[in-house]
């Protein structure tokens, strides 16, 4: 039906066909027969079977590449899901920490040793400044300020940006830059700020493997990624009334809607804290508002 598909998507799309050809002749009809009307049946009808939104849009993408290849070989008079929208797929929201997950992840690391340290730093400044973790892991000297405070971060598409890392991100990078990082580099030369046990950058593979390990010691058993502390950093920002925007130049999003998702994570908490704290949570939920203005 469409070039360059793979076998998988193929097989996906001549299901969906079939399911909707069969469900059309359930209703007296075919697919060269078929209407508007009756394509925003099934849809409706796989809505009520309880299909997901992203489910109902893959199954009307079939149809319409089906349809529109019809209309191209004139087997059909029209196409019936010209003007049919698809159904809004809301994104997922992002796996996040609570602040106490952070603390325990932080302490877990043995700071006695030269490795543990450059974790426990790298772990600070990872939560401190809400980098991505190939930001992270290409640090260089050169980009951080031990005087002002700040790092220079070149993110996507080589766009600069200046984030704070705060005071106690920086006690822990000039302790790590003292008493660790000269250990780690073994009197090698390098500008990476966190060097690998070989002096060499590291990659995300091994930081992903260092971050489980101190999620096991420190007893945190949520699903981690080296991404849910940029999660963490942002919706905590919010959690305590940071602005969207600023929060949208602190990660170096170009768009403020990739933002916004936060701010659905940090309403959640939210609210999942007033009704554990608040004297009158448990009440208001089951009381009439009927005489409630608008």
């Not at 149809?63 to 059909?76: D, I």
């Not at 929208?85 to 603390?103: C, H, I, Q």
Request: proline share 3%; aromatic share 6%; glycine share 6%.
């Amino acid at each position: 039906m469409e070039k360059g598909l793979s076998d998988h998507s193929l097989s996906n799309y001549r299901r969906d066909l079939s399911q909707f050809a069969t469900w059309l002749a359930g209703q007296g009809s075919r697919l060269a027969a078929c209407d508007r009307i009756r394509m925003f049946d099934y849809l409706a009808n796989l809505h009520q079977r309880g299909l997901s939104a992203r489910s109902v849009s893959r199954q009307l993408s079939a149809l319409r590449g089906f349809y529109r290849w019809a209309l191209r070989e004139r087997a059909v008079a029209e196409d019936p899901t010209l003007l049919v929208e698809r159904p809004k797929v809301g994104r997922p929201l992002p796996k996040t920490l609570s602040e106490a997950d952070v603390e325990a992840l932080l302490g877990a690391s043995d700071c006695d040793t030269a490795l543990g340290l450059r974790d426990r730093t790298m772990l600070e400044v990872l939560y401190a400044a809400g980098l991505r973790v190939t930001e992270l892991v290409s640090l260089t000297l050169s980009q951080v300020n031990l005087r002002q405070g700040l790092v220079r971060i070149v993110g996507k598409g080589n766009k600069e940006r200046l984030v704070p890392i705060g005071e106690e991100a920086l006690a822990w990078l000039q302790r790590y830059l003292r008493d660790a990082r000269p250990e780690l580099l073994n009197n090698k030369t390098s500008e990476v700020l966190f060097p690998s046990q070989r002096g060499q950058m590291m990659t995300r593979q091994t930081f992903w493997h260092r971050l489980r390990q101190m999620a096991i010691v420190g007893g945190v058993q949520k699903p981690l990624s080296p991404h849910t502390l940029r999660h963490a950093f942002a919706t905590h920002l919010l959690n305590h009334g940071a602005d969207l925007r600023v929060v949208q130049l602190l990660l170096g999003h170009s768009d403020l809607s990739t933002t916004q998702i936060y701010t659905h994570v940090a309403k959640q908490r939210l609210q999942a804290l007033h009704a554990q704290y608040h004297p009158r949570a448990g009440t208001l939920a089951g009381e009439d508002d009927s005489n409630d203005e608008s």
